[in-house]
């Protein structure tokens, strides 16, 4: 059984930092392209950032500079930097696992809200 699983999240006020984790069982972990995607309320999922399995990583151009996504294969965790937050990013944010398309998971997504 697949299971990716986001901790992390939370309140933190603009200029703040916090750091997404998500920790993947039942994967061949470093075989797989990771992401952080987020929903805000009313918006379609984008994508966040990602990195593959030879650590090449993409950010949207919102969050460069800001963010910075890696991954520890020894213990099957992809992470978030997310630096000097603002309030548009608030949103859930999702950690997905992607194998040449077709093997594709979700976690159950945590809240990351940047308000004073």
């Known amino acids: 059984q697949v299971q990716l699983v986001e901790s992390g999240g939370g309140l933190v006020q603009p200029g703040g930092s916090l750091r997404l984790s998500c920790e993947a069982s039942g994967i061949l972990f470093s075989i797989y392209t990771m992401g952080w995607y987020r929903q805000a309320p009313g918006k379609q999922r984008e994508l966040v950032a990602a990195i593959t399995s030879g650590r090449s990583t993409n950010y949207a151009d919102s969050v460069k500079g800001r963010f910075t996504i890696s991954r520890d294969n020894a213990k099957n965790t992809v992470y978030l930097q997310m630096n000097s937050l603002k309030p548009e990013d608030t949103a859930v944010y999702y950690c997905?696992?992607?194998?040449?398309?077709?093997?594709?998971?979700w976690g159950q997504g945590t809240q990351v809200t940047v308000s004073s």
């Open positions: 997905n696992g992607n194998r040449e398309v077709r093997w594709d998971y």
